[in-house]
Nanobody
Framework: VQLQASGGGLVQAGGSLRLSCAAS????????IGWFRQAPGKEREFVAA????????FYTDSVKDRFAISRFNPRNTVYLQMNGLEPEDTAVYYC????????????????WGKGTQVTVSS
């Protein structure tokens, strides 16, 4: 499956962005989808994940009350709504697909999209 992340940009602290992850190539609903991010000089970290049906979601603690992940399978798209952005959220955001697990673990992801840059100014 091919993944394309979009929607990043520059925003002031407290602002919002919505990232999209568009998929093509294979049956989208067969994959759990995760969002990961990588800040300069840091390792790539898990942000959020959504199950194949969209009914189950997971978040890292630092974003739990601010971000919301969702998917719309008829359009092969996953969204990450990011509210209350903080400078610490600045990173390149990647979406990834997992056909067997919950899309929460870096080593378990099978397909990765190119990232989209999110920059939050203070």
């Amino acid at each position: 499956v091919q993944l394309q992340a979009s929607g990043g940009g520059l925003v002031q602290a407290g602002g919002s962005l919505r990232l999209s992850c568009a998929a093509s190539g294979r049956t989208f609903s067969n994959y759990a989808i995760g969002w990961f991010r990588q800040a300069p000089g840091k390792e790539r970290e898990f942000v959020a994940a959504v199950s194949r049906s969209g009914r189950t979601t997971f978040y890292t603690d630092s974003v739990k009350d601010r971000f919301a992940i969702s998917r719309f399978n008829p359009r092969n798209t996953v969204y990450l709504q990011m509210n209350g952005l903080e400078p610490e959220d600045t990173a390149v955001y990647y979406c990834a697909a997992d056909s067997e697990g919950s899309a929460r673990y870096y080593n378990g992801m099978e397909y990765w999209g190119k990232g989209t840059q999110v920059t939050v100014s203070s």
